[in-house]
């Protein structure tokens, strides 16, 4: 058998809506419409863990949270030591060059985790920052890169222009397009064809930091979105239930109120990413096709969560609201692929986890038991009436509590563990999650079936979040379940020495 090559594309905080051939207002991404009518678009694909770490572990290894373990946001800890078994692993037993290029967010910075190299750059991390005493050659291939180029100061980074890593502050990139990190990331991946082994197929990860914070794509492409029709703040009739953490007024806020030019502009930026991100996604396909290469090679694009971007006043990421958790997913198999279908938009609910048993399973190499994902493929092939899963459990460890939620894509029911606080949604009727039906009477059937598959997820959990088959608020959270935690009990020896 010949295998395929495989690219899985990532791109960093966005949102499953922010497609232009998903219906997208305002936003265009051709080159990924293109991608998608070459084979499949998800149109329900979420994070079950959205942020960034969390659902990288998902990724990476095909698991659910509840078997990696990995429940909310927490950096320092040894990925290969917590999460033996992963994608590019199964890809590289197989026979696979395995090349990673971009954000990895793993611990230590420099574990390939099972890729043959590394080219990394994870955008601003306090945590690497800090732990490296600002050498950037410990945990960061751009910066050095970057002071390289000619007519580089070489004290030059990517905080230069003063934007942080999670600010709604918006403004163009300071510095020469090709000198961007995502113009970096597709030169990095065209550059790396050239120096592939071509006596064997390849699985190579390209993940642009971007569209996450800083809002600083090139200045054409932030222009081309400050005309939009101006933003304006939307709420529900639910919102009230966060108000313990509200804090208006601060451009890093999670929750709270801003002006709506603060986030007018701040979205011309997100979009202004995404528009880059797009053209570096079209010119990695035309390397492919220059090298022969189109023919053979299966690329598959998602992200890693969303970005609420002032819905409902929240900002950033980590809650089970669409915004933040909902992701594209787009899997165009190889031109080669007879069985594939073309043009499909899948209706049913998929998650980071089938991401890996899928790309296995294309390759023909088998999928290892730690794995608890499922393969897309039968999906992919045009098989009608195949089920993934009747419905996902996501969560997330934030404000303090765990954000709990269970969707099929059209109805979503949500539970804040700390508050107890309460939200049912009907997707299709309601697709912004404005109206609130917990609380009315005429959906109390609904609401109990819900509740019950949260109860079901939730029954035997360390945390005692069930008691006699109900929810009960006020426990204890941790960002790590029990198992991954004893695993790491050892971990001391393998931290890398400073």
């Not at 265009?28 to 960034?52: I, M, N, V, W």
Request: aromatic share 10%.
């Amino acid at each position: 058998m010949t295998r395929p090559n495989v690219i899985l594309i990532c791109a960093d905080e966005w949102r499953g809506d922010c497609l232009s051939g998903a219906g997208h207002p305002y936003l265009q991404t051709p080159h990924l419409d293109e991608l998608a009518r070459k084979g499949s678009r998800f149109e329900h694909a979420y994070s079950a863990t959205p942020t960034c770490v969390p659902a990288r572990v998902a990724l990476f290894t095909g698991q659910s949270q509840e078997r990696h373990g990995r429940v909310g946001y927490q950096e320092g800890v040894p990925f290969d030591v917590a999460h033996p078994v992963t994608l590019q692993g199964e890809f590289r037993k197989a026979g696979y060059q395995t090349q990673a290029i971009g954000k990895m967010h793993v611990f230590p910075e420099r574990g390939r985790i099972g890729f043959d190299d590394v080219i990394l750059h994870d955008g601003f991390l306090h945590f690497a920052r800090q732990q490296h005493r600002l050498n950037f050659r410990f945990f960061d291939d751009y910066v050095p890169w970057l002071r390289r180029q000619p007519g580089v100061d070489p004290e030059e980074e990517y905080f230069d222009h003063g934007v942080n890593c999670n600010s709604t502050v918006a403004r163009p990139w300071d510095k020469a397009e090709r000198l961007h990190p995502t113009s970096w990331a597709g030169s990095q991946a065209v550059d790396w064809l050239y120096r592939r082994d071509p006596t064997r197929p390849f699985f190579l990860y390209l993940s642009f930091h971007r569209p996450h914070p800083p809002y600083d794509p090139p200045a054409w492409a932030f222009e081309q979105y400050l005309d939009l029709p101006a933003f304006r703040r939307r709420l529900g009739n639910w919102e009230h239930h966060f108000d313990a953490v509200r804090t208006d007024g601060l451009h890093q806020a999670a929750f709270g109120t801003l002006s709506e030019a603060v986030t007018h502009r701040a979205r011309a930026g997100y979009y202004g990413l995404m528009a880059h991100v797009d053209l570096q996604i079209m010119r990695l396909q035309e390397a492919l096709s220059d090298f022969g290469l189109a023919d053979d090679t299966v690329i598959a694009f998602t992200s890693d969560h969303g970005e609420m971007m002032g819905d409902h006043d929240f900002y950033r990421k980590a809650v089970g609201y669409e915004g933040s958790a909902r992701i594209p997913f787009i899997l165009a198999p190889a031109p080669s692929d007879a069985k594939a279908a073309r043009q499909i938009v899948v209706d049913q609910v998929v998650e980071l986890r089938d991401v890996m048993p899928t790309l296995l399973d294309l390759a023909g190499i088998p999928v290892p038991p730690e794995c608890d994902g499922i393969s897309l493929v039968p999906l992919l092939h045009g098989e009608a009436g195949v089920p993934v899963r009747d419905w996902l459990h996501g969560e997330h460890v934030y404000f303090g509590q765990s954000l709990q939620w269970v969707t099929d894509g059209h109805v979503k029911y949500l539970w804040a563990s700390g508050w107890g606080t309460e939200e049912l949604f009907d997707l299709d009727a309601d697709p912004g999650e404005l109206d609130n039906l917990a609380d009315d009477s005429a959906h109390a059937e609904l609401l109990a079936l819900w509740k019950s598959r949260l109860i079901r997820d939730l029954t035997g959990r360390e945390e005692g979040f069930i008691e006699d088959g109900r929810l009960v608020a006020g426990k204890a959270v941790t960002s790590i379940l029990r198992h991954t935690r004893e695993r790491l009990a050892g971990a001391e020896a393998h931290l890398p020495r400073r």
